[in-house]
């Protein structure tokens, strides 16, 4: 069954603190994984994009990383900011005709002043 | 079942007709997203309820779109005269509150020809 699990469910952090947050995923075949930011209430934007070879993808002060072989991706924040407060959601895709989906529930990150 | 679930699962429709996606929520969230997705693109926010209420419709691509949830729980996402590019994938998801984790349907595939 195709999953996507992503970790911690919440977190709360310092300003300034960097933060990393996890995503394993048993989606086969692997098509793209993408990361999400979400404020409350929202549309999601799209932080990251990853497809099979690539490694490491930075945005900003996010970088992301992924690992084929062990299927984790990891979503790394540095230096954060109180903006940086939001949902991160992990999204893999499945690599078939319409490019199905799969979603996991998001890390809930608040960052404290 | 304990999971999001959606109505129908494909729809094929030709241009001009109307159509009408169904979202029955997981019980008790009090929060229903719905986005859409087309092909080789990121999610697209459409709309999002809190209760009954939709505090921001303005991600609905056009007037031919309408949402509606009633009773705290089943959301309906209607299409009037369809077009072309109305084809794409129609994803709810709820979430206990609106900063809760939101948990994904698995989508209607929407064709228009």
């Known amino acids: 069954k195709n999953q996507v699990e992503q970790s911690p469910q919440s977190l709360i952090i310092l300003e300034g603190k960097n933060c990393t947050l996890q995503c394993n995923y048993t989606v086969s075949p692997f098509s793209n994984l993408r990361w999400y930011k979400q404020d409350t209430g929202r549309g999601p934007v799209s932080l990251t994009i990853m497809t099979f070879s690539e490694n490491t993808k930075s945005n900003g002060r996010y970088t992301a990383t992924l690992d084929a072989d062990t299927k984790q991706s990891s979503l790394h924040i540095t230096a954060s900011q109180l903006s940086d407060s939001a949902s991160y959601i992990c999204v893999v895709s499945v690599k078939s005709s319409g490019d199905k989906l799969t979603f996991g529930t998001g890390t809930r990150l608040a960052v404290r002043p | 079942g304990a999971g999001v679930s959606q109505s129908p699962s494909n729809k094929v429709t030709e241009k001009g007709k109307d159509v009408e996606l169904r979202c029955d929520p997981i019980?008790?969230?009090?929060?229903l997203y719905w986005y859409r997705q087309s092909l080789g693109q990121g999610l697209e926010f459409l709309i999002y309820f809190q209760g009954n209420s939709a505090p921001d419709k303005s991600g609905l691509p056009s007037d031919r779109f309408s949402a509606e949830r009633t009773g705290g729980s089943v959301s309906t996402l209607t299409i009037q005269r369809t077009q072309q590019e109305d084809s794409a994938v129609y994803l709810c998801?709820?979430?206990?509150?609106?900063?809760?984790?939101?948990?994904f349907g698995p989508g209607t595939r929407l064709l228009v020809l």
């Open positions: 019980s008790g969230h009090t929060a």
């Open positions: 998801a709820s979430s206990l509150d609106a900063s809760g984790g939101q948990y």
